[in-house]
């Protein structure tokens, strides 16, 4: 069927690191896909998105990579800091306005 | 510019009763959808809405599920009847476009 799954549920870094989130998708019609940080008890926040016809794309910190032949994306978070720490979705979006979530990454940054 | 706004945060209610869940997008966006969220799980799409009307509701229980957003005013998630499994974090997000979707603080509800 069709979903997002992202393939380490758990994932430690020392602060000042680079931490690297992977996930993987199914449906090769996805044409966008996004990144949230979700901290506890709060809503998802947006990081990052990309569309299809890119393969990278860099913002503060972080950098998107999209892998359409293995259909993987990854969030590259440089230089972590402990506000970091936090579960992180990679969701997905084929055309029908509606996104589709992973399960999610819990990030943690070791002091 | 304020972002998307719940209310209520948090909602308790025992089996049997009514919940309402509102939402308010942002402004200048258009469009609403509603999520929903079991501990320790990804986010569900449950219902996607524009201004008085419904655009997919392909995620929604088929029975005691409703949602809306009128002309004027918050979009409102309404449960009838909840059952313990309705328990759970809603999460509404708004969308100039389709796309960037961004979410609320969500509403937590637990049915007793």
């Known amino acids: 069927g069709e979903s997002v799954g992202l393939h380490l549920p758990t994932l430690s870094v020392q602060e000042g690191d680079n931490s690297i989130i992977n996930c993987a998708y199914s449906?090769?019609?996805?044409?966008?896909f996004i990144w949230y940080k979700q901290e506890s008890g709060k809503g998802p926040q947006f990081i990052i998105d990309?569309?299809?016809?890119?393969d990278k794309r860099q913002g503060q910190r972080v950098t998107v990579l999209l892998n359409k032949t293995v259909k993987h994306l990854s969030l590259q978070i440089a230089a972590t800091q402990p506000g970091d720490s936090a579960v992180y979705f990679c969701?997905?979006?084929?055309?029908?306005?509606?996104?589709?979530f992973g399960t999610g990454t819990r990030l943690t940054i070791i002091p | 510019n304020a972002g998307v706004m719940q209310n209520p945060r948090h909602l308790v209610r025992r089996r049997g009763q009514e919940a309402r869940l509102r939402c308010s997008p942002m402004?200048?966006?258009?469009?609403v959808y509603w999520y929903r969220q079991l501990p320790e799980e990804g986010l569900k799409f449950m219902v996607y809405?524009?201004?008085?009307?419904?655009?997919?509701e392909s995620g929604m229980p088929k029975e005691r599920f409703s949602a809306e957003f009128p002309k004027e005013g918050p979009s409102i998630l309404r449960i009838q009847q909840v059952v313990r499994g309705d328990s759970a974090a809603y999460f509404c997000?708004?969308?100039?476009?389709?796309?960037?979707?961004?979410f609320g603080p969500g509403t937590r509800l637990t049915v007793t």
């Open positions: 402004k200048g966006h258009s469009h």
């Open positions: 449906n090769s019609a996805s044409d966008y």
């Open positions: 809405l524009q201004k008085e009307n419904i655009i997919d």
């Open positions: 997000a708004s969308s100039r476009t389709a796309y960037e979707q961004y």
């Open positions: 969701a997905e979006n084929f055309g029908n306005e509606k996104l589709t």
């Open positions: 990309i569309r299809s016809n890119m």
